[in-house]
């Protein structure tokens, strides 16, 4: 879009919005909303578990104006050879590797299943659903990113089934009769002792395929929430249980082939009709990579919120208030956790020393059909023609040619260097 197009459209929207808020009415309705810079920066996070095995972390989103119940994300990072021990939930999880490779045992259907994971899959835990984590791989840090979905929760998160002192079994909180009595081991359960870890040495290769067989004592990386008490002889899992022939399986975005794809950038979306899961779940996945300077383009998501993190590079992510007035322009790193309201105008842009790549979460399985604001999908070439010409007082041809100057769709090139951006948001 050349800089007059720009600037005559930027006309054009101020000629049809004159009720704007404006100096103080505009901070009025700013500080209805709650606005601020870092408004829609989730940058306070809270730490799970921190041991020298690893560390969890968990950034919790919220609802906007009596929305839907917020999702959390969680920030799985796994040493070599340690283990995150076998737990429930109250919520339900979508994990997905960032790096490294994982084995995730659950139980499906009252059985043992496990699933071997790498680099880019995506897995869905249900709540309720006892499971465990294995870093398998050799030498290699495991790190995964996962959704947690409250709308089940009751706010207690993990109910481990196995442990030592911190934490300790929710089976040990039962009276030693009634441990006696459903064990039938009186001897070895009096008053949960048999229950706990009582002695930690060093674990196998968790990639060697006779990982924990033998009869000495192992410690899953040591220390609270990655403790387990002496191991027995593991079998593998078809030997300690049948695995069901159907279960469900993992989906790698990176084998994936792009939604949308031109010279600025790539897109994924996953929804229920690719990821059978997700259905039940209740979330989306997407995963979008732009190339230095490109932007994703001002769009709304009609159907979810979105949660967002960015997986590598730095750019911006700028959020609009319904009101028609910058709620947030935020720059980004790796790391950053964005997140937007659903039907809020937004858009990322990349930073020109190189690209960025975002992966995250929306609130709906269901296919989102993002409505983009500007460029060659957008829903403003859609409805060219006289009651939009009317509705920006202007001719339709002179809107017309405006609206068309940018030939791209979605992920748009960079503004020309040699060219002065006009200020889009000002009044």
């Known amino acids: 879009m050349t800089a007059w197009c720009a600037t005559a459209l930027l006309m054009l929207l101020i000629a049809a919005n004159p009720a704007a808020p404006a100096g103080n009415e505009r901070?009025?309705?700013?500080?209805?909303?709650?606005?601020?810079?870092?408004?829609?920066?989730?940058?306070?996070?809270?730490?799970?578990?921190?041991?020298?095995?690893?560390?969890?972390?968990?950034?919790?989103?919220?609802?906007?104006?009596?929305?839907?119940?917020?999702?959390?994300?969680?920030?799985?990072?796994?040493?070599?050879?340690?283990?995150?021990?076998?737990?429930?939930?109250?919520?339900?999880?979508?994990?997905?590797?960032?790096?490294?490779?994982?084995?995730?045992?659950w139980i499906y259907k009252d059985r043992l299943v496990e699933k071997q994971l790498k680099i880019g899959d995506i897995y869905r835990i249900p709540a309720g659903s006892t499971f465990y984590i294995a870093n398998t791989g050799r030498g290699q840090r495991l790190q995964m990113i996962s959704s947690i979905d409250t709308s089940e929760s009751l706010g207690y998160g993990s109910f481990f089934i196995s442990g030592g002192s911190n934490p300790?079994?929710?089976?040990?909180?039962?009276?030693?009769?009634?441990?006696?009595?459903?064990f039938n081991r009186p001897h070895r359960l009096h008053q949960g002792r048999g229950l706990r870890a009582r002695e930690e040495v060093n674990l196998h290769d968790a990639g060697d395929p006779n990982w924990g067989?033998?009869?000495?004592?192992?410690?899953?990386?040591?220390?609270?929430?990655?403790?387990?008490?002496?191991?027995?002889?593991?079998?593998?899992?078809?030997?300690?249980?049948?695995?069901?022939?159907?279960?469900?399986?993992?989906?790698?975005?990176?084998?994936?082939?792009?939604?949308?794809?031109?010279?600025?950038?790539?897109?994924?979306?996953?929804?229920?009709?690719?990821?059978?899961?997700?259905?039940?779940?209740?979330?989306?996945?997407?995963?979008?990579?732009l190339t230095a300077g490109a932007m994703m383009a001002p769009h709304i998501n009609p159907t979810a919120a979105e949660y967002g993190v960015v997986l590598s590079g730095a750019g911006s992510v700028q959020v609009v208030f319904p009101n028609g007035s910058l709620a947030m322009n935020a720059e980004v790193a790796e790391g950053d956790v964005f997140w937007v309201p659903r039907y809020f105008p937004f858009c990322q842009?990349?930073?020109?020393?190189?690209?960025?790549?975002?992966?995250?979460?929306?609130?709906?399985?269901?296919?989102?059909?993002?409505?983009?604001?500007?460029?060659?999908?957008?829903?403003?070439?859609?409805?060219?023609?006289?009651?939009?010409?009317?509705?920006?007082?202007?001719?339709?041809?002179?809107?017309?040619?405006i609206a068309e100057a940018q030939g791209e769709s979605t992920i748009l090139p960079p503004w020309p260097r040699s060219e002065r951006s006009p200020e889009l948001w000002s009044q």
């Open 168 to 182: 300790t079994s929710v089976l040990a909180g039962f009276d030693s009769h009634t441990l006696a009595t459903a």
């Open 27 to 105: 901070r009025e309705e700013e500080e209805e909303f709650g606005g601020g810079r870092g408004l829609f920066l989730l940058e306070k996070s809270k730490q799970v578990v921190k041991t020298e095995a690893g560390e969890v972390k968990v950034v919790k989103g919220f609802g906007w104006k009596g929305g839907p119940s917020p999702m959390h994300l969680g920030f799985i990072s796994m040493e070599p050879n340690s283990l995150y021990v076998p737990q429930y939930m109250d919520s339900s999880l979508i994990l997905f590797v960032r790096r490294g490779e994982a084995k995730v045992g």
């Open 349 to 401: 842009v990349a930073s020109r020393s190189g690209s960025m790549e975002f992966f995250g979460f929306t609130t709906s399985a269901r296919k989102n059909r993002p409505q983009f604001l500007v460029g060659a999908g957008s829903v403003l070439r859609a409805m060219m023609g006289p009651e939009l010409a009317a509705a920006f007082a202007a001719g339709e041809d002179h809107l017309r040619k």
């Open 213 to 289: 067989r033998g009869k000495g004592k192992q410690r899953w990386g040591g220390g609270k929430n990655m403790r387990m008490a002496e191991a027995p002889e593991l079998r593998p899992v078809e030997e300690r249980t049948r695995t069901p022939r159907r279960c469900p399986h993992a989906y790698n975005l990176y084998q994936r082939t792009p939604d949308f794809k031109n010279d600025y950038g790539w897109s994924i979306a996953v929804g229920e009709d690719d990821y059978a899961p997700l259905k039940h779940a209740r979330a989306g996945v997407f995963l979008v990579n």
